[in-house]
Protein backbone atom coordinates (compact mmCIF):
# COMPACT_ATOMS: atom_id res chain seq x y z
CA UNK A 1 0.00 0.00 0.00
CA UNK A 2 1.26 3.15 -0.87
CA UNK A 3 1.97 5.77 1.70
CA UNK A 4 2.84 9.30 2.08
CA UNK A 5 4.59 10.77 4.82
CA UNK A 6 5.26 14.49 5.79
CA UNK A 7 8.11 16.33 7.58
CA UNK A 8 9.97 19.23 8.10
CA UNK A 9 9.66 21.83 10.94
CA UNK A 10 6.49 22.78 12.72
CA UNK A 11 7.71 26.36 13.31
CA UNK A 12 9.60 29.01 10.89
CA UNK A 13 10.09 32.55 11.52
CA UNK A 14 8.42 35.48 9.11
CA UNK A 15 10.85 36.06 6.13
CA UNK A 16 12.45 32.77 6.71
CA UNK A 17 12.10 29.63 4.43
CA UNK A 18 9.65 26.91 5.07
CA UNK A 19 11.18 23.52 3.93
CA UNK A 20 9.08 20.32 3.71
CA UNK A 21 10.08 16.26 3.20
CA UNK A 22 7.52 13.85 1.57
CA UNK A 23 8.85 10.63 2.41
CA UNK A 24 7.38 8.18 -0.24
CA UNK A 25 6.90 3.87 1.18
CA UNK A 26 5.07 0.87 -0.59
CA UNK A 27 5.68 2.50 -4.38
CA UNK A 28 7.84 3.86 -6.64
CA UNK A 29 8.41 7.75 -7.29
CA UNK A 30 9.97 7.18 -10.27
CA UNK A 31 7.26 5.97 -12.49
CA UNK A 32 6.08 7.82 -15.11
CA UNK A 33 2.98 7.20 -14.72
CA UNK A 34 2.69 10.10 -12.00
CA UNK A 35 2.88 13.58 -10.54
CA UNK A 36 4.05 14.14 -6.66
CA UNK A 37 2.64 17.70 -5.27
CA UNK A 38 1.75 19.51 -2.07
CA UNK A 39 -1.58 21.45 -1.28
CA UNK A 40 -2.62 22.84 1.69
CA UNK A 41 -4.62 24.43 3.76
CA UNK A 42 -4.70 27.62 6.08
CA UNK A 43 -6.95 27.37 9.61
CA UNK A 44 -10.45 28.44 8.89
CA UNK A 45 -9.42 28.24 4.93
CA UNK A 46 -9.97 25.79 2.11
CA UNK A 47 -7.22 23.64 0.26
CA UNK A 48 -5.03 25.20 -2.51
CA UNK A 49 -2.95 23.53 -4.58
CA UNK A 50 0.71 24.58 -4.41
CA UNK A 51 2.95 22.75 -7.16
CA UNK A 52 3.47 19.50 -8.56
CA UNK A 53 6.42 17.23 -9.83
CA UNK A 54 7.62 14.60 -12.55
CA UNK A 55 10.71 12.16 -11.36
CA UNK A 56 12.40 13.96 -14.10
CA UNK A 57 12.35 17.33 -12.48
CA UNK A 58 9.73 18.56 -14.22
CA UNK A 59 7.75 20.85 -12.27
CA UNK A 60 4.67 23.43 -12.03
CA UNK A 61 3.15 25.86 -9.89
CA UNK A 62 0.09 27.77 -8.76
CA UNK A 63 0.57 31.12 -10.13
CA UNK A 64 -1.14 31.91 -6.44
CA UNK A 65 2.43 31.85 -4.53
CA UNK A 66 3.81 34.40 -6.56
CA UNK A 67 7.00 32.33 -7.50
CA UNK A 68 7.71 31.45 -3.77
CA UNK A 69 7.85 27.75 -3.83
CA UNK A 70 9.92 25.41 -4.99
CA UNK A 71 9.87 21.37 -5.17
CA UNK A 72 12.45 19.47 -5.99
CA UNK A 73 12.29 15.47 -6.09
CA UNK A 74 15.51 12.93 -4.92
CA UNK A 75 14.45 9.77 -6.31
CA UNK A 76 17.24 7.55 -4.61
CA UNK A 77 15.76 8.76 -1.57
CA UNK A 78 12.03 8.73 -2.63
CA UNK A 79 11.72 11.77 -1.22
CA UNK A 80 10.14 15.01 -2.85
CA UNK A 81 10.39 18.55 -0.96
CA UNK A 82 8.59 21.58 -0.94
CA UNK A 83 10.40 25.36 0.04
CA UNK A 84 8.64 28.43 0.50
CA UNK A 85 10.81 31.47 1.14
CA UNK A 86 9.81 34.47 2.62
CA UNK A 87 7.15 33.22 4.97
CA UNK A 88 4.48 35.68 6.34
CA UNK A 89 1.85 34.84 8.75
CA UNK A 90 -0.62 33.45 5.67
CA UNK A 91 1.54 30.64 5.16
CA UNK A 92 0.35 28.97 8.01
CA UNK A 93 -1.21 25.97 7.25
CA UNK A 94 -1.44 22.06 7.32
CA UNK A 95 0.75 21.06 4.08
CA UNK A 96 -0.16 18.21 3.06
CA UNK A 97 1.73 15.93 0.05
CA UNK A 98 -0.45 13.44 -2.85
CA UNK A 99 0.17 11.75 -5.88
CA UNK A 100 -2.35 12.56 -8.85
CA UNK A 101 -1.74 10.44 -12.25
CA UNK A 102 0.49 11.84 -15.07
CA UNK A 103 -1.85 11.02 -18.04
CA UNK A 104 -4.73 13.13 -19.05
CA UNK A 105 -7.09 14.41 -16.18
CA UNK A 106 -7.01 12.66 -12.71
CA UNK A 107 -7.55 13.49 -8.81
CA UNK A 108 -5.04 13.39 -5.99
CA UNK A 109 -5.61 9.79 -5.15
CA UNK A 110 -3.19 9.32 -2.55
CA UNK A 111 -2.08 11.43 0.21
CA UNK A 112 0.17 11.67 3.49
CA UNK A 113 -2.16 12.44 7.16
CA UNK A 114 -0.61 16.42 6.48
CA UNK A 115 1.72 18.70 8.76
CA UNK A 116 1.05 21.99 10.51
CA UNK A 117 3.87 24.91 9.76
CA UNK A 118 3.17 27.70 11.78
CA UNK A 119 4.80 31.05 11.04
CA UNK A 120 5.78 32.88 13.63
CA UNK A 121 8.26 34.83 15.27
CA UNK B 1 -9.01 30.32 -11.52
CA UNK B 2 -12.19 28.16 -11.37
CA UNK B 3 -14.04 28.60 -7.90
CA UNK B 4 -15.80 25.57 -6.13
CA UNK B 5 -18.20 26.21 -4.44
CA UNK B 6 -19.82 23.52 -1.66
CA UNK B 7 -23.44 24.16 0.25
CA UNK B 8 -23.79 23.55 3.01
CA UNK B 9 -20.79 24.24 5.09
CA UNK B 10 -22.14 22.40 8.20
CA UNK B 11 -24.37 20.12 7.83
CA UNK B 12 -25.57 18.17 11.01
CA UNK B 13 -27.42 14.64 10.72
CA UNK B 14 -28.53 11.62 12.26
CA UNK B 15 -27.37 8.31 11.81
CA UNK B 16 -29.43 7.09 8.88
CA UNK B 17 -29.87 10.11 7.69
CA UNK B 18 -30.01 10.42 3.63
CA UNK B 19 -27.39 13.52 3.03
CA UNK B 20 -26.59 16.02 0.28
CA UNK B 21 -24.12 17.91 -0.35
CA UNK B 22 -23.91 20.38 -3.39
CA UNK B 23 -20.20 21.71 -5.51
CA UNK B 24 -20.66 24.09 -7.74
CA UNK B 25 -17.60 25.50 -10.32
CA UNK B 26 -17.36 28.97 -11.80
CA UNK B 27 -17.30 27.87 -15.15
CA UNK B 28 -17.80 24.26 -16.69
CA UNK B 29 -15.38 21.37 -15.84
CA UNK B 30 -17.47 18.68 -18.27
CA UNK B 31 -17.48 15.49 -15.30
CA UNK B 32 -13.53 16.48 -13.80
CA UNK B 33 -14.25 16.54 -10.38
CA UNK B 34 -13.15 14.65 -7.07
CA UNK B 35 -14.74 13.83 -3.82
CA UNK B 36 -12.54 13.85 -0.50
CA UNK B 37 -13.42 12.83 2.82
CA UNK B 38 -11.04 13.55 5.69
CA UNK B 39 -10.88 12.84 9.08
CA UNK B 40 -9.19 14.73 11.55
CA UNK B 41 -4.97 13.56 11.65
CA UNK B 42 -5.84 11.48 8.67
CA UNK B 43 -4.59 11.61 5.35
CA UNK B 44 -7.78 12.79 2.87
CA UNK B 45 -9.04 10.07 1.32
CA UNK B 46 -10.39 9.93 -2.44
CA UNK B 47 -14.36 8.75 -2.61
CA UNK B 48 -15.14 9.68 -6.53
CA UNK B 49 -13.32 10.79 -9.38
CA UNK B 50 -14.94 11.84 -12.34
CA UNK B 51 -17.55 13.27 -10.74
CA UNK B 52 -19.69 10.00 -10.43
CA UNK B 53 -17.23 6.72 -10.48
CA UNK B 54 -16.30 5.14 -6.98
CA UNK B 55 -12.88 4.42 -5.92
CA UNK B 56 -12.38 1.09 -5.10
CA UNK B 57 -13.43 -0.32 -1.21
CA UNK B 58 -15.59 2.97 -0.97
CA UNK B 59 -18.98 1.61 0.49
CA UNK B 60 -22.06 1.53 -2.16
CA UNK B 61 -24.10 4.54 0.34
CA UNK B 62 -21.70 7.22 -1.43
CA UNK B 63 -22.61 8.24 -4.71
CA UNK B 64 -22.21 11.09 -6.86
CA UNK B 65 -23.49 13.06 -9.87
CA UNK B 66 -23.56 15.94 -12.09
CA UNK B 67 -21.78 17.63 -15.05
CA UNK B 68 -20.80 20.92 -16.44
CA UNK B 69 -21.05 23.04 -13.35
CA UNK B 70 -23.33 21.26 -10.52
CA UNK B 71 -22.25 18.39 -9.11
CA UNK B 72 -23.62 16.85 -5.79
CA UNK B 73 -22.91 13.79 -3.28
CA UNK B 74 -24.85 11.52 -1.71
CA UNK B 75 -24.84 9.46 1.41
CA UNK B 76 -27.71 7.54 1.60
CA UNK B 77 -28.03 6.01 5.02
CA UNK B 78 -25.28 7.81 7.19
CA UNK B 79 -23.19 5.60 9.30
CA UNK B 80 -20.93 6.20 12.53
CA UNK B 81 -17.47 6.69 10.28
CA UNK B 82 -19.03 8.96 8.38
CA UNK B 83 -18.69 11.54 10.01
CA UNK B 84 -16.21 14.02 8.37
CA UNK B 85 -15.15 16.83 6.42
CA UNK B 86 -16.11 16.31 2.60
CA UNK B 87 -14.54 18.35 -0.24
CA UNK B 88 -14.92 18.50 -3.87
CA UNK B 89 -11.93 19.63 -6.46
CA UNK B 90 -11.94 20.35 -10.28
CA UNK B 91 -9.18 18.97 -12.23
CA UNK B 92 -10.55 20.29 -15.61
CA UNK B 93 -8.09 22.73 -15.83
CA UNK B 94 -4.87 24.50 -14.54
CA UNK B 95 -4.70 25.39 -10.88
CA UNK B 96 -6.61 22.98 -9.53
CA UNK B 97 -9.14 24.09 -7.48
CA UNK B 98 -11.20 23.08 -3.87
CA UNK B 99 -14.15 23.80 -2.04
CA UNK B 100 -14.44 24.92 1.28
CA UNK B 101 -15.69 21.76 2.36
CA UNK B 102 -18.69 20.11 4.40
CA UNK B 103 -18.26 19.06 7.91
CA UNK B 104 -20.45 16.37 8.63
CA UNK B 105 -21.57 16.73 12.10
CA UNK B 106 -23.43 14.37 14.63
CA UNK B 107 -26.97 15.90 15.16
Known sequence: QLQLRESGPGLVKPSETLSLTCTVSGGSISSSNYYWGWIRQPPGKGLEWIGSIFYSGATFYNPSLKNRATISVDTSKTQFSLKVNSVTAADTAVYYCARRGAHGYNPFDYWGQGTLVTVSS | ?107
Open chain 2, 1 to 107: DIQMTQSPSTLSASVGDRVTITCRASQTISTWLAWYQRKPGKAPNLLIHRASTLEGGVPSRFSGSGSGTEFTLTITSLQPDDFATYYCQQYNSFPWTFGQGTKVEIK
